[in-house]
């Protein structure tokens, strides 16, 4: 069984309204709510192998954030300019190219992107109905499957779906 955790950067800031999106970095919020996700992913005693990040600056930050609450390598990040604005074939595909190493598994991944890919991807992985993963929601799943290769659409159950306005 593998563990994955869909996360969706925390919230950014349109101050600059002529800025590039690429380069949207967090707003004070999103700098307070990222830390308190982080922690409740550490109550739970969540321990990453990898973290796979979209490089646009506020998913990248928001993993930063994740990774120095969790205690985790900077070794076990990996940026993807994939994950921005990804499909869920390309969600899938990223997974499906992890690499199995049997005295390294990679059990717990945590992955960070946007909307709207990145709730079609846990709508159609999980085969559930969720509107909208708000800013720094994380999407908590359990995989039927022995190797990353394995994933599927459909391949997981939901195990909790928790953002910042819940807790």
Same mark, same amino acid.
């Given at each position: 069984?593998?563990?994955? +955790?869909?996360?969706?950067?925390? #919230?950014?800031?349109?101050?600059?309204?002529?800025?590039?999106?690429?380069?949207? /970095?967090?707003?004070?919020?999103?700098?307070?709510?990222? /830390?308190?996700?982080? #922690?409740?992913?550490?109550?739970?005693?969540? $321990?990453?192998?990898?973290?796979?990040?979209? /490089?646009?600056?506020?998913?990248?930050?928001?993993?930063?954030?994740?990774?120095?609450?969790?205690?985790? @390598?900077?070794?076990?990040?990996? #940026?993807?300019?994939? $994950? +921005?604005?990804?499909?869920?074939?390309?969600? $899938?595909?990223?997974?499906?190219?992890?690499?199995?190493?049997?005295?390294?598994?990679?059990?717990?991944?945590?992955?960070?992107?946007?909307?709207?890919?990145?709730?079609?991807?846990?709508?159609?992985?999980?085969?559930?109905?969720?509107?909208?993963?708000?800013?720094?929601?994380?999407?908590?799943?359990? $995989?039927?499957? #022995?190797?990353?290769?394995?994933?599927?659409?459909?391949?997981?159950?939901? @195990?909790?779906?928790? +953002? /910042?306005?819940?807790?």
């Amino acid at each position: 069984m593998k563990k994955l +955790y869909l996360i969706r950067h925390a #919230k950014s800031s349109w101050d600059n309204p002529n800025g590039n999106d690429f380069d949207r /970095p967090l707003n004070e919020r999103g700098k307070r709510e990222a /830390p308190q996700m982080a #922690k409740l992913l550490k109550q739970r005693k969540v $321990l990453p192998d990898r973290l796979i990040t979209s /490089p646009a600056l506020r998913a990248w930050t928001t993993c930063e954030i994740f990774a120095n609450v969790l205690n985790v @390598d900077q070794h076990k990040i990996e #940026k993807t300019e994939k $994950l +921005y604005h990804a499909s869920p074939d390309t969600w $899938l595909s990223i997974l499906r190219g992890l690499k199995e190493h049997p005295a390294d598994k990679e059990d717990v991944v945590l992955m960070f992107g946007h909307n709207p890919g990145i709730t079609e991807f846990a709508n159609e992985l999980l085969s559930v109905t969720i509107d909208n993963i708000p800013t720094c929601g994380i999407v908590s799943a359990t $995989l039927k499957i #022995k190797t990353w290769k394995e994933i599927g659409l459909g391949s997981g159950t939901m @195990d909790a779906f928790d +953002y /910042p306005k819940i807790l």
